[in-house]
Nanobody, 122 residues
Framework: QVQLVESGGGLVQAGGSLRLSCAAS????????MGWFRQAPGKEREFVAA????????YYADSVKGRFTISRDNAKNTVYLQMNSLKPDDTAVYYC???????????????WGQGTQVTVSS
C-alpha cells in the first residue's frame, strides 16, 4: 500500500508559477512510477506528466510541455511538479498517482492522492 498526499496548490495569476509536491508513505516508493493528472470542472481527468521509478524517463502532455517539469526525490519519498507560465486553462484539481508502469493512462496507476486545487486567474 502507498498513501499519497499532495500539497502546494493555490491561487496564482496567469504567468505565475507553483510547485506541487506529493509525499508518499508506505512501501517501496522508489519502485513505483509516478504520475500527475488533473481534472477541471465538468471535464474528465487528464494526464499531465509522469516519471519512471528512477527518474530517468519523463513524459508530458502536449499542453504542458515546456512549462511543467516533473521530478522526484526517492530519498524523501516525494514527487514534484514545477509549473511555470501558468494559464487559466491549467485551473484544475491536480492528483498524483503511483503505479508499476510509467505511462499516460490513468488505469496504469494503482494509488491516488486526494488532490490539490490549482486556480489560475486571468
Amino acid at each position: 500500500q502507498v498513501q499519497l498526499v499532495e500539497s502546494g496548490g493555490g491561487l496564482v495569476q496567469a504567468g505565475g508559477s507553483l510547485r506541487l509536491s506529493c509525499a508518499a508513505s508506505g512501501r517501496s516508493f522508489s519502485s513505483y512510477a509516478m504520475g500527475w493528472f488533473r481534472q477541471a470542472p465538468g471535464k474528465e481527468r487528464e494526464f499531465v506528466a509522469a516519471i519512471s521509478w528512477s527518474g530517468g524517463n519523463t513524459y508530458y502532455a502536449d499542453s504542458v510541455k515546456g512549462r511543467f517539469t516533473i521530478s522526484r526525490d526517492n530519498a524523501k519519498n516525494t514527487v514534484y511538479l514545477q509549473m511555470n507560465s501558468l494559464k487559466p486553462d491549467d485551473t484544475a484539481v491536480y492528483y498524483c498517482a503511483a503505479g508499476p508502469l510509467t505511462g499516460t493512462y490513468s488505469d496504469l496507476y494503482d494509488y491516488w492522492g486526494q488532490g490539490t486545487q490549482v486556480t489560475v486567474s486571468s
